[in-house]
């Protein structure tokens, strides 16, 4: 039988278990042996060796779960990361983490926090509901602890789960700003700035931090960002500034960087060379001194045809189904400009867009600023929006829903 000192010496050992079916007790017994010290040591050698034996995994974190009352919060901090690393998502396990550390986050220090959020947006097993409470408490009380690239991070998570917390946003925002050596760190990063300058953009928070590092900040750092880092700033310049006349200072800094951008369009990956191409296309229909060479870029964007799968919701096949049943002809999962619409009747020349609770700001029925973007597009290119939101559609019977699409289609075809 495989003792458990080999298996903490010897990682490998405890794999070769996993593969044979006669040994399958041998190996459940040799996990259930293991100390708390020697499950760390086990994760965390898998994940430094990138080891990704998913009966393993499962099988320790079943035996922390078990343990997990007499595991340290260090320790547990340790586990999360090395699970990190192999990507493998025990939920119910984090979970029960989650809770242990809410009611124990004194003990946890500032880079551990960041860290662990990290890895838990790594494992995209990040919530409002840990966040939150996690943040708010450590941030209040330690402020001065937390490095300014931390902070900056902790701004980018909150843009991520659409947290438009007013508290967090200002207290981080102000820490940075009214701190000059902060100040000054962020400002040495371009990349740093980029970062930021996108987050508050998503959240449609432009406060003084905002308008600081976009007027007083960009303009001397422009000819030396790289291609992502100009992708992100002018998303953010567009998502800021939605329906608003730019002035001659941000027309200037618009110009240079679509001059900029021409050239690191071949180092772009999909996903910035997409968002360039969103970016164009508002600017195509709301930039006055938008000309042939953006044009030109424009084209050389759409002529790659980026594809990304499609992901229909539940929400969305019934709606299909009562598109069924009102005789209406519709198309689904048309694209239109930069955008892939749920459905769209091309007679009318409506697209109806499914709006589920991530189109929306974290607890709010305000539309999220790219969710606003995109409509705006599609309007400008010549098509009505019908969004159909997810608050107006659950708990509602069928009859109920029925109606609610026939009666919002008329209102869009007047």
């Known amino acids: 039988m495989l003792r458990c000192p080999s298996v903490c010496k010897n990682v490998n ?28 040591f086990a994760i965390d050698t ?108 902790l701004l980018h998570l909150t843009s991520k789960l659409k947290i438009r917390d007013t508290f967090i946003l200002d207290f981080i925002s102000t820490e940075i700003l009214a701190n000059e050596e902060r100040y000054g760190y962020l400002c040495a990063d371009q990349v740093l700035v980029a970062t930021v300058l996108r987050s508050l953009a998503f959240l449609k928070y432009d ?13 001397s750092c422009v000819y030396g960002l790289g291609g992502r880092e100009l992708c992100n700033v002018l998303f953010a310049i567009i998502l800021s500034h939605l329906n608003v006349k ?16 021409t050239a690191k369009l071949p180092s772009l990956v999909e996903v910035e060379i997409n968002q360039l191409g969103i970016s164009l296309y508002y600017l195509k229909y709301n930039f006055e001194f938008f000309n042939e060479n953006h044009e030109s870029l424009l084209r050389s964007i759409a002529d790659l045809k980026l ?8 929400m969305q096949e019934k709606v299909g189904r009562l598109l069924d049943e009102l005789k209406l002809k519709h198309e689904s999962e048309v694209m239109l400009g930069p955008y892939r619409l749920d459905f769209v009747i091309p007679k009318l ?41 997810y608050y107006d559609w659950k708990n509602k019977n069928k009859q109920e829903r029925l109606e609610r699409l026939a009666k919002g289609l008329m209102a869009h075809m007047m």
Not at 114 to 126: E, V
Not at 307 to 314: H, V
Not at 358 to 372: D, K, M, P, W, Y
């Open 46 to 153: 898998l994940g430094k060796g990138d080891v990704n034996d998913r009966n393993l995994l499962s099988q320790l974190c079943k035996k922390i779960k078990s343990n997990i009352k007499s595991i340290n919060v260090e320790n547990l901090l340790k586990i999360t990361h090395s699970l990190a690393k192999v990507e493998y998502k025990k939920l119910s396990l984090f979970s029960v983490i989650n809770r242990i550390l809410l009611k124990q986050y004194e003990e946890i220090e500032t880079r551990q926090l960041t860290q662990y959020l990290i890895d838990l947006n790594k494992l995209n097993a990040l919530e409002a509901n840990i966040f939150l409470p996690l943040v708010s408490n450590k941030v209040i009380k330690d402020v001065s602890l937390f490095s300014t690239f931390d902070l900056c991070f």
């Open 13 to 40: 050992s405890l794999r070769f278990f996993t593969t044979l079916g006669d040994e399958a007790n041998n190996f459940r017994n040799a996990i259930n042996e293991l100390t708390n010290d020697q499950i760390v």
């Open 207 to 219: 406060n003084e931090l905002f308008r600081t590092l976009l007027y007083k900040r960009i303009p």
């Open 349 to 389: 020349k409506v697209a109806i867009e499914v709006n589920g609770y991530t189109h929306f700001f974290h607890r709010s029925e305000q539309l999220n600023a790219t969710t606003e973007l995109k409509y705006k597009i599609i309007e400008d290119l010549g098509w009505k929006v019908f969004g159909l939101n």
């Open 246 to 261: 730019y002035t001659p200072e941000l027309t200037e800094i618009v110009l240079v960087i679509l001059d900029r951008i």
């Open 307 to 314: 594809e990304f799968r499609p992901s229909a919701s539940k």
